[in-house]
Structure formats: C-alpha cells, structure tokens
C-alpha cells in the first residue's frame, strides 16, 4: 500500500489542479489571459503502464557530479528528497500505531522501469532538462536531390530516436506543402499529409513527448492588404485533419523559462505530447498552443559553414545573457557547403564530412559542440540539430552524443541501413562536381 501511495503522489499529484483533457487551460499571454477549447481527449496512459519493480539497498541517482550534464542531482540519502523521485534511494520508515517496536526499517523505493523518450531516468525531469536530436529539414528525404537533409522519413525518424521535427513551409495555391526553399527544387508533400503519419506515430506512442519546429519559409511575404501572408492560424486547420489536437500541450505561459516546463510524467499522464513552436509570424492570441520559438528558445549561428561552430545566440538577436540562462536552447549542427551557379549562392548539406560532423570527437564534431555548449552555458543544449542523423563516427553516433549529455546510457537500436551519406567520407572534386550537376538540372 505505502509503495502504491508513492507513486500516486509521484505521478498523479500535479493532476489535482490540471484542467479536463478536453480543453486547453488559461494561458498567459503577453496580450492578456485566453482560453481555447481543444478537440476531445485523447487516450492517456494509466497509473499500472508505468511499472516498476522494489530494488534493495542505496542507490544513487543518475546524475553527474560535476553539475554539467543534464539531471544534476547526484546525492545519495537514506531520505528522498520528494516522493516524485522514481529511480534511487531508500526511506526510513517507523512502525506507528499500536506498535511498541521503536526501531526505523529501511524500505527501497520503486524504481521506475517504464521509458519515456526511451530512457526511464527522464520520467521525472523536466522537459527543458533533457538533450534531444532535431531531425532538420524532417520532411526533406528524396534521394538524389541536392535540396534532401535526411535519408528516412518521418516514421523511422521517430522509431530511430528523433524527437524534435524541424522542417520549411511555403504556401502554394491555398495550401501550405514541406518545401525546401522553393517548391520547385523540392517539394516533400503537404503540410498535413506529413502530420498525419506524425500523428499515426504519436498514437502509438504513449510514452513519448515530441517536439515539432515550424519553419515559416513565407514569413516575409505580404497579402494584398499588406499582413503577413502566413501566420500561425494558417497551420491549424493541417494539424486538426491530421488528429494532433488532442495531443499538443498548452504552456501556462507563451514565454516559458526553464524551470516552467512539466516533467515528461506529467506530460505523459495528461496525454499532451506534443509541443509546437514556430520561428515566425507567430500569433499567440488566436493560436496560443503554438509558441514563438524566440521567446521561448535561442539557437547557434544557422545554416553553419564553419567547422568550429561556436555555441553562441544567433536567433534571436539583442538577447541578454542573463534571458538566454533561462531558455531553452538549440545547437545547430548542420554542415554546409557554398555553391555558387549562375550568379546565385546556394548552401547544400556538407554530407562528405558527415563522418566527423555527427561523431563523437574531433574538430567539427557534435559531440565537441555539445561539450563546448555544456561548458559555455553550464548545461548542454535542449536540442541537437543535424542532417543525415543516421550517419556519424558509428551507429547512432548522434544518440550518442545525446545521451552523453543526458548523462544516461544509449543502448537503442538505430539506423541499420547505411546511408549514402555515411559512405562519403573524404572531399572530391567528382562528389562535388555530382552535386552542382544536380543543383544546375533542378534550377532549369
């Protein structure tokens, strides 16, 4: 009974306040308080999904004791420090009532066995504690095209560890289709067609939190009356026919510090597992659900050709270090390379070096980035940006590098098939003569 107690005030206690499922709470928003009503609620999962089993003796926490890496608790103690605390330590128990005994026993705590974002240590940290691989330009998959920033689509993307979905809009006729800078070089399908088999997987997946990246490639074009052409309002009506709605978390606030953001758990047991960001036109008020990404997230230098790739805030400009400290933030690590035709200057994937880009160490590498960030700023960064994450150093070296930071041990399978990518390992003159072949057909 006193371990059931446990994990219902550990799992279930910040749900005495939360709203119905079937609605979007008040929010916070710089224009006011709104409220909007949300599609019906979507399946949960229950107190038994997450299992857990009684470990005997101390254990200490998963945490690293130089404070760099995320979860940073690292102390053993005969007491737990909350009783939300799922994975280590023991608690002093003594007998009450009618008992004459005197003595305290020990009795171990569960220990937690159910993942969530494929690790059980991440259950009760916060969101914004955790390091998660981006998939950029997710939607971009097609092979031999100069324009592609991934070899698989979405659904294995998501299976092989990815949680953050980044991708570029452009509106073409009324509708709003992945395209990669212009629909006529490549156009990866509708908006909501991409979504649908996103939601398909969210569906499945009870005990995972994604995060999708709206990248508004229209943001600077004006309708007749001078507005801006697409806002955040264009893309409700994609992600209610791709089911999402009753997945997707509403922040109390539309600028969210660190310390705002739930644990996993909490995300989970409320079935809100989807957190939407866009990078501009953002329009709180009617859409509140969809954050501006500014407010609430800064990035390193974009579309990078320097192998040193320094972790500094790039986007948005002006921002105090003292604001970046409580934000989330991206490393952006997406090697390119300049190609000059006709007159016009296009950036293309660097996938000759994506050995080293997406490795472990080394000048260039992610896992150098993610080191330099975490010794920077103090913390690793929320979000890991790459292209060809199936390729690297080895297997899933991009997930490595994650759970490096995250302090825990990856151990997921990933990426079988090798990509093309991942083959290319030093420059030539024929691969890059290949690739201004190809951006020379796609601009006739």
Request: glycine letters at 8%.
């Amino acid at each position: 009974m006193f371990f059931r107690i446990l994990l219902l005030v550990g799992l279930v206690g910040a749900l005495s306040s939360s709203p119905s499922p079937s609605s979007f709470p008040s929010i916070m928003t710089l224009s006011g308080s709104h409220s909007l009503s949300g599609a019906d609620a979507a399946s949960t999962p229950r107190l038994s999904d997450f299992t857990a089993s009684i470990l005997t003796g101390t254990m200490s926490r998963f945490a690293s004791p130089t404070g760099t890496a995320n979860d940073t608790a690292s102390t053993t103690s005969s007491k737990p420090k909350s009783l939300t605390s799922l994975i280590g330590g023991t608690r002093q128990i003594t007998p009450t009532g009618n008992s004459t005994a005197s003595a305290t026993t020990t009795g171990a705590l569960p220990f937690n066995t159910q993942p969530c974002n494929n690790y059980p240590e991440f259950c009760t940290r916060k969101y914004s504690n955790i390091t998660e691989v981006c998939a950029h330009n997710s939607p971009f998959t097609r092979k031999n095209n100069v324009g592609a920033n991934q070899d698989f689509g979405v659904t294995r993307q998501l299976n092989d560890g990815v949680r953050m979905l980044q991708g570029q809009t452009h509106l073409v006729n009324g509708t709003l289709y992945y395209c990669h800078t212009s629909c006529d070089l490549l156009n990866a399908g509708t908006v909501e067609s991409y979504l649908r088999e996103v939601g398909d997987w969210v569906r499945d997946h009870p005990f995972d939190v994604i995060t999708i990246l709206i990248g508004n490639g229209d943001y600077e074009q004006k309708d007749a009356d001078g507005n801006p052409l697409v806002t955040s309002k264009n893309y409700v009506e994609p992600f209610e026919k791709a089911g999402l709605m009753p997945y997707i978390y509403q922040p109390p606030k539309t600028a969210m510090t660190l310390e705002d953001w739930p644990t996993l758990s909490e995300l989970l047991i409320k079935g809100k597992r989807v957190i939407v960001f866009i990078d501009y036109n953002f329009d709180t008020d009617a859409v509140p659900w969809m954050l501006w990404e500014f407010y609430n997230m800064w990035e390193t230098p974009y579309s990078p050709t320097d192998i040193n790739f320094p972790c500094t805030v790039s986007r948005p400009e002006g921002l105090s270090r003292n604001k970046s400290e409580s934000m989330l933030y991206m490393a952006n690590h997406n090697l390119n390379v300049k190609i000059d035709i006709a007159g016009m200057n296009l950036l293309v994937p660097n996938t000759v070096d994506l050995n080293v880009t997406n490795g472990l160490n080394g000048t260039g590498s992610l896992g150098l980035m993610a080191n330099q960030c975490t010794s920077d700023w103090g913390r690793p960064p929320n979000f890991l940006l790459v292209d060809y994450y199936n390729a690297g150093s080895f297997n899933g070296s991009v997930f490595e590098v994650a759970a490096r930071a995250n302090n825990v041990t990856y151990n997921c399978k990933c990426c079988g098939e090798a990509s093309l990518a991942s083959g290319l390992t030093t420059p030539s003159s024929v691969v890059m003569g290949l690739v201004t072949m190809l951006a020379v057909q796609l601009m006739l």
